[in-house]
Nanobody, 120 residues
Framework: QVQLVESGGGLVQAGGSLRLSCVASGSIFSINRMAWYQQAPGKQREFVAAVTSAGSANYADSVQGRFTISRDNAKNTVYLQMNNLKPEDTAVYYC??????????????WGQGTQVTVSS
C-alpha cells in the first residue's frame, strides 16, 4: 500500500508564507510526477504546481512567481513554498503523485488534504 500525508497548512495573514510538505510511504518502487492541487469551497479541484523526478517544474498562472515546488527524492517528499499569500489562495491543498509500486503497478495517488486559510 501507498500513502501520501500532507502537513504544513494553517491560518496566515495576507502577504505571509507557508510551506507545505507531502511524504509518500509504502511499497514504492519509483515516483514520477509529484504535484499540488487546491480546492476552494464550492469549486473544483485545480492544478497548482508539479515537478518531475528530474526536477522540472511547472505552475498555474495564478501562483507563478509566488509559489515554489520542490522535492527530495531520497525522502519521497514534495514541498510547496507559498509566499505572498492572498485570500484567494484559501483552499484545501492536496498532494498528488504518480507512483509505481513494488508490484509494478503505476497509478495516481492522493493525500487527504491540508487546509490553508489566508485572512485579509
Amino acid at each position: 500500500q501507498v500513502q501520501l500525508v500532507e502537513s504544513g497548512g494553517g491560518l496566515v495573514q495576507a502577504g505571509g508564507s507557508l510551506r507545505l510538505s507531502c511524504v509518500a510511504s509504502g511499497s514504492i518502487f519509483s515516483i514520477n510526477r509529484m504535484a499540488w492541487y487546491q480546492q476552494a469551497p464550492g469549486k473544483q479541484r485545480e492544478f497548482v504546481a508539479a515537478v518531475t523526478s528530474a526536477g522540472s517544474a511547472n505552475y498555474a498562472d495564478s501562483v507563478q512567481g509566488r509559489f515554489t515546488i520542490s522535492r527530495d527524492n531520497a525522502k519521497n517528499t514534495v514541498y510547496l513554498q507559498m509566499n505572498n499569500l492572498k485570500p484567494e489562495d484559501t483552499a484545501v491543498y492536496y498532494c498528488n503523485a504518480l507512483i509505481t509500486t513494488n508490484r509494478a503497478l503505476t497509478r495516481n495517488y492522493w493525500g487527504q488534504g491540508t487546509q490553508v486559510t489566508v485572512s485579509s
